[in-house]
Each structure stands twice: as structure tokens, then as C-alpha cells.
Nanobody, 121 residues
Framework: QVHFVESGGGLVQPGGSLRLSCAAS????????MGWSRQAPGKQRELVAT???????NYADSVKGRFTISRDNAKNTGYLQMNSLQPEDTAIYYC???????????????WGQGTQVTVSS
């Protein structure tokens, strides 16, 4: 089973930047898409950004122009570059990956454990 581990969260001042990483612990036969979601206390989980195997990206309106999703196939790692962070970006950020682990056609949506991002002065 492939595990996904996020890193890069932390405390940052408003206007600052962070880069989150999502590393896969094992090999993936076929990658379909990856995304980042976040959940703030007392709020529903929100889809922040996605990237497909073809490189197409989509962003929530709240982060457009500030966040950039990307992936490095060679490293089996995805990223979320977050700039101009604001207090309302404070949340636990989760990566999720849609993939076929063995090439059997079975697709799995794997989730990471989450990483805390806190934006505060």
C-alpha cells in the first residue's frame, strides 16, 4: 500500500510563504490526479487545488493567484507553493492522490495525514 506524507507546514506571518510537499512512500503504476484540500476549525473541508496527469490545474477562487500546485514525477512528490498567506488560510492541509498502484485498472484515492498551516502575526 502506498502512503502519502505531507510536510512543510508551520507558523508564518501574514504575507509570508510556505511550500507543502506530499511524498509517496512507494511506487505508483499510473497517476491520475493529485489535489490539496484544507480544513479549518469548525469549517467543512475545502478543495484548494488539483493537478491532473496531463498537467492541468484548477484552484479554488480563494487561492487563485497565490497558490501553485505542481508535481515531480521522478521524485513521486507533489507540492503546493503558498504565497501571500493570510490568516484565513490557517487550516490543516491534506494531499490526496488518485492512482492505480499495480496497473490492474483499480483506482485508489489515497490521503495524507495532514499538515498544520498557521498564519498569524
Amino acid at each position: 500500500q502506498v502512503h502519502f506524507v505531507e510536510s512543510g507546514g508551520g507558523l508564518v506571518q501574514p504575507g509570508g510563504s510556505l511550500r507543502l510537499s506530499c511524498a509517496a512512500s512507494g511506487s505508483i503504476f499510473r497517476f491520475y490526479a493529485m489535489g490539496w484540500s484544507r480544513q479549518a476549525p469548525g469549517k467543512q473541508r475545502e478543495l484548494v487545488a488539483t493537478i491532473t496527469s496531463g498537467g492541468s490545474t484548477n484552484y479554488a477562487d480563494s487561492v487563485k493567484g497565490r497558490f501553485t500546485i505542481s508535481r515531480d514525477n521522478a521524485k513521486n512528490t507533489g507540492y503546493l507553493q503558498m504565497n501571500s498567506l493570510q490568516p484565513e488560510d490557517t487550516a490543516i492541509y491534506y494531499c490526496h492522490v488518485d492512482y492505480d498502484p499495480l496497473g490492474t485498472g483499480t483506482r485508489i484515492l489515497g490521503w495524507g495525514q495532514g499538515t498544520q498551516v498557521t498564519v498569524s502575526s
